[in-house]
């Protein structure tokens, strides 16, 4: 069963317009990474997140872990072509060797 | 220099074929994955090797079968390549936190 669930999971947007994309997970996140996937090309990570509440930001991409820790927001304001990819988030579960599972992933679009 | 390395990055082949796909990183990490992206871009974990020892095998049929030679190296072997196995396969290293840092990924097509 997917664990991690993205929405929306195809954006398209015009340049310079904010956008959020969502990640909610069934299971409390011990860890949760924003990764963006260039077409074509390997995946960057973005951003980590660990604690309830906690807000990360680099340079027009912020990214939210809910209290609860089971929910993520990555918001980009102002967006230019350059933004656009598939933006992944990954979980990290607790116990032993972890392993970090993957989103249904989101593909964004920013059109000039 | 490039950390997570994969070669080759395009792999054209038959069915029934056997191929390798080899992944080399150069960042001291103890652990490495394999990771399998299908046509709706969803990342699927197949393996995780910590320090030359298989840790997660996802369910994976052993037509897969990865090896490890020294902790810098994941390689991945399928055998009897299959249409289904087409995809973008990605090897992955992991740091502190679980940071991953992944390769540029191997486009397999299987005609």
């Known amino acids: 069963s997917q664990e991690l669930e993205q929405s929306p999971q195809s954006l398209i947007v015009q340049e310079g317009k904010n956008l959020t994309i969502n990640c909610t997970s069934s299971?409390?996140?011990?860890?949760l990474y924003w990764y963006k996937q260039k077409y074509g090309e390997g995946l960057i990570f973005l951003m980590m997140?660990?604690?309830?509440?906690e807000e990360k930001s680099h340079e027009k991409i912020t990214a939210k872990l809910d209290e609860k820790k089971q929910q993520s927001s990555l918001h980009i304001t102002a967006s230019q072509p350059s933004h656009a990819g598939i933006y992944l988030c990954?979980?990290?579960?607790?116990?032993?060797?972890?392993?970090?599972?993957f989103g249904t992933g989101t593909k964004l679009q920013v059109i000039p | 220099d490039t950390a997570v390395s994969q070669t080759p990055k395009y792999l054209v082949t038959q069915m029934g074929n056997d191929k390798s796909i080899k992944c080399e990183q150069n960042?001291?990490?103890?652990?490495m994955y394999w990771y399998k992206q299908d046509s709706k871009k969803f990342l699927k974990i197949m393996f995780s090797?910590?320090?030359?020892?298989?840790?997660i095998n996802e369910t994976v049929p052993n037509r897969f079968s990865p090896k490890s030679p020294d902790k810098a190296h994941l390689n991945l072997h399928i055998n009897s390549l299959e249409l289904g196995d087409s995809a973008v396969y990605f090897c992955?290293?992991?740091?502190?936190?679980?940071?991953?840092?992944f390769g540029s990924g191997t486009q397999l097509s299987v005609l």
């Open positions: 992955a290293s992991e740091g502190a936190n679980e940071k991953l840092f």
């Open positions: 090797y910590n320090n030359k020892e298989l840790i």
């Open positions: 997140l660990q604690k309830g509440g």
């Open positions: 990954g979980a990290g579960h607790s116990g032993g060797y972890q392993k970090v599972t």
């Open positions: 960042l001291g990490h103890d652990t």
């Open positions: 299971k409390t996140l011990y860890g």
